[in-house]
């Protein structure tokens, strides 16, 4: 897959192709979203502070990701080996970590992991319990506020698919409310076998856990219930996904290539949903040599995802350059990267060339297209960790050389009109 984009990316700048205009009229209209700075992360090795960059200032290779519940932000630093909890003004609630990678907290009281708590006692508060993370990075929220924690397994544990070839190293630990280990979730459920690597792990309004891993020539999505048990498995292939009808346009299906962008949950239904991009070869007229790949079109499909069968597709508007369009450029057709849906509607986001970052939602029920400028400066895009909550909240983790900002945007306000 980054093979076939790499080449996309290098053939459309030789190419200088005008861009198919996929848009709708609404894809012009661009509103600037207010942003709501709530607090900062300093930089080192203290329990309220973030691991993230290497002495020569780059960021480290292990994942920070973030997640958002009721106001109560879930912090995975991977390179600590820890997850923090803090409320929306900053205050540090609660801490699992690595011992052997983290100094002994100094505000957090550390609490005996062993040690149940008595249903009788308030709930833990401001604590640290300990765990023996190893590279955590993917991270969701369930609504009695368990974490689901990406982790790799020691190298002891790893195995490789004889099938399939792929590398089995990865879990996803699960931990009560209070941080207190629970299980852990493999392929056939609790104490099942690791997974392959994971590209994302979710939870939905019924409190389902979805996993999407990715292996050498296929997605596989793995759906869980509240309990931890496996319900489904659904596995997408390279060389067997959807093509659009041509609905009159002159590239055949057979001549496009079909490249997945990203699988994510609808939360509020039973399905899955792809993004796919399709592109076409262009040929130089003098010649009769393929001189270049652009893009075709995108669709977001939607799959049960239970039987696995694709009941519904969703075209979505090309990227247009506002940059390239005032400076007079031609403008490259690019397609959005999907990152969620929440309430309805679609989440896709883009940069443009001279570093604006842009949102677009569409309504699943409407089909409109609006997207909107987000506030995020230059020298806050040195590591970026986003996350769309169920209820519309897009949070995310800018950090600059000094600092890491908590920043939210309330598209929460404004989806009973874009999806409706």
């Keep these: 897959m980054k093979f076939i984009k790499s080449r996309i990316a290098f053939f459309a700048a030789v190419a200088g192709t005008a861009a198919l205009m996929l848009s709708c ?23 309220d502070q973030l691991n993230l960059f290497t002495l020569e200032g780059s ?38 970590y690595n011992p052997e990678r983290n100094p002994p907290p100094i505000v957090l009281k550390i609490v005996d992991p062993n040690l149940p708590v008595d249903a009788s006692q308030a709930p833990r508060t401001r604590s640290a319990v300990s765990y023996p993370f190893n590279e955590p990075g993917e991270i969701a929220v369930n609504s009695k506020r368990s974490l689901f924690v990406e982790d790799r397994v020691p190298e002891e544990r790893r195995s490789k698919d004889a099938e399939t070839g792929a590398e089995l190293e990865y879990v996803v630990v699960r931990f009560a409310s209070d941080g207190t280990y629970m299980d852990y979730l493999g392929q056939e459920g609790v104490g099942g076998t690791p997974f392959p690597f994971i590209s994302g792990v979710h939870i939905t309004a019924n409190d389902e856990c979805i996993v999407v891993t990715v292996i050498p ?15 489904s498995t659904v596995t997408i292939r390279r060389n067997e996904l ?7 346009k002159q590239v055949p299906d057979d001549e496009r290539i079909a490249s997945l962008d990203s699988i994510y949950p609808d939360p509020e239904s039973d399905t899955l949903l792809i993004k796919i991009d399709y592109f076409r070869e262009t040929v130089d007229p003098e010649t ?53 849906s929440a309430r ?22 409407n089909h409109s297209f609006k997207r909107y400028q987000l506030r995020i ?12 909550s169920l209820d519309g909240i ?11 900002r908590l920043v939210w945007w309330r598209f929460d306000k404004i989806l009973g009109g874009i999806g409706s």
């Design 25 to 47: 009229s609404n894809n012009r209209v661009v509103e600037t979203l207010k942003r709501e700075q709530l607090y900062t992360m300093s930089y080192g090795l203290l329990e």
């Design 59 to 96: 960021a480290a290779p292990l994942k920070t990701r973030l997640a958002m519940r009721d106001g109560i932000f879930y912090i995975v630093n991977g390179s600590a080996g820890k997850v923090l909890t803090t409320s929306s003004f900053g205050d540090l609630l609660a801490m699992i």
């Design 217 to 231: 020539d296929a997605w596989t999505v793995f759906m869980f219930d509240e309990r931890g048990a496996l319900k």
């Design 242 to 248: 959807p093509h659009p009808d041509t609905g009159g």
């Design 288 to 340: 009769k040599t393929p001189s270049g790949i652009i893009l075709d079109s995108s669709y977001v499909w939607q799959m049960d995802r239970g039987s696995g069968v694709y009941i519904g597709k969703h075209e979505i508007p090309a990227f247009e350059s506002i940059s390239a369009k005032k400076n007079g450029e031609a403008i490259i057709a690019r397609s959005w990267d999907f990152v969620g």
């Design 344 to 365: 309805g509607s679609l989440f896709f986001t883009s940069s443009d060339e001279d570093g604006a970052t842009y949102y677009a939602l569409y309504g699943l029920s």
């Design 377 to 388: 400066d230059a020298e806050e895009l040195k590591y970026t960790a986003y996350s769309l």
């Design 394 to 404: 897009l949070s995310a983790v800018l950090c600059t050389e000094f600092e890491a």
